[in-house]
C-alpha cells in the first residue's frame, strides 16, 4: 500500500512539475524574452515527456529556450549554433523554415546535446527539491526557503513558465 502511495504522489509530482517546473535560461538578463508560443509548446512537450516516461531529459523546446537566450548574450560557436538549429527542426517540425532546418546532427553534436538535456533536468530538479515541490513531500515536511536565492558565478536563472 505504501508503495503505492508513493507512485501515486511521484507522478502527480511529475504532473505538477510538467506543468510549473522552472525553465533554464543562460544567465544575462534575456529570460524575460522568451515567446509566449514557446512557453506554451515547453508544457505540451513536457506533458509528451511524461507520458512516454521519459524523465531523466530535458525537452527541445526547453533547450531552445536556454540556447536562444544564450544566443542573445553573445555569439555562439558553431557547434551550439547547429545543436540549436536541430532542436528548432525537431521542435518545430515540418513548420521549421528551410534556411534553419537541420534534420540530423553528428554522433559528437548528439553527446553534447544529451548533456545539455540531462544538465537542464537536473537543474529543474535541484529547483523543484528547493522550493519543496518533489515526489512525497507534504507541506508539513517543508523547510522554510529563503525568497531570493543568491546568484553565484556558474548558476544558471530561471523563470517561471
Not at 59 to 67: D, P, Q, R, S, V
Request: hydrophobic residues 35%; negative net charge; glycine residues 6%.
Amino acid at each position: 500500500m505504501a508503495t503505492a502511495t508513493k507512485k501515486i504522489e511521484k507522478d502527480i509530482a511529475e504532473m505538477v512539475g510538467a506543468l510549473s517546473d522552472v525553465i533554464v535560461v543562460y544567465p544575462g538578463g534575456w529570460g524575460d524574452s522568451l515567446p509566449e508560443d514557446l512557453k506554451n509548446r515547453i508544457t505540451m512537450e513536457r506533458l509528451i515527456r511524461l507520458m512516454k516516461g521519459d524523465l531523466d531529459l530535458a525537452t527541445n523546446a526547453e533547450c531552445c529556450a536556454y540556447l536562444m537566450t544564450a544566443s542573445l548574450v553573445a555569439p555562439m560557436q558553431y557547434e551550439w549554433a547547429e545543436i540549436y538549429m536541430y532542436c528548432f527542426t525537431q521542435m518545430m517540425g515540418d513548420k521549421a523554415p528551410e534556411d534553419v532546418r537541420l534534420d540530423s546532427l553528428n554522433n559528437y553534436m548528439m553527446g553534447k546535446l544529451d548533456h545539455l538535456k540531462r544538465w537542464i533536468r537536473t537543474r529543474q530538479l535541484q529547483r523543484r527539491k528547493e522550493r519543496g515541490r518533489f515526489e512525497g513531500q507534504r507541506q508539513k515536511d517543508r523547510e522554510p526557503q529563503q525568497q531570493t536565492l543568491p546568484l553565484e558565478f556558474d548558476q544558471e536563472v530561471t523563470i517561471v513558465s
